[in-house]
């Protein structure tokens, strides 16, 4: 079992900056990848950006330049610098984990944190 708690959501003005964490609690020594989902009001999830446990990194084209992930293994904390933000960044913001577990990957999804961008 993995627990994921987000923090670091809020409202920015266009251009702003905002940097999420994202802590695991639990199994986090069977933590593989990591990344950040948004969702916004009517649109399905996304991927925003994810990490490998050796660092190696992918990010959706929209916010390539832009934001940054990072991960701290020995705290099994993630986080997502997001820099030059827009009004279309605005939605929910979901930390995800996958967890090895005998024979398979399991998805664990934190509460999520809101992220609003004002024009």
């Known amino acids: 079992q993995v627990q994921l708690v987000e923090s670091g959501g809020g409202l920015v003005q266009a251009g702003g900056s905002l940097r999420l964490s994202c802590a695991a609690s639990?199994?986090?020594?069977?933590?593989?990848?990591m990344g950040w989902y948004r969702q916004a009001p009517g649109k399905e999830r996304e991927l925003v950006a994810a990490?490998?446990?050796?660092?190696?990194?992918h990010y959706a084209d929209s916010v390539k330049g832009r934001f940054t992930i990072s991960r701290d293994n020995a705290k099994g904390t993630v986080y997502l610098q997001m820099n030059s933000l827009k009004p279309e960044d605005t939605a929910v913001y979901y930390c995800?984990?996958?967890?090895?577990?005998?024979?398979?990957?399991?998805?664990?999804w934190g509460q999520g944190t809101q992220v609003t961008v004002s024009s």
């Open positions: 990490i490998t446990s050796g660092g190696s990194t």
């Open positions: 639990g199994d986090t020594i069977c933590i593989s990848a």
């Open positions: 995800a984990a996958d967890v090895a577990v005998p024979g398979t990957t399991r998805g664990y």
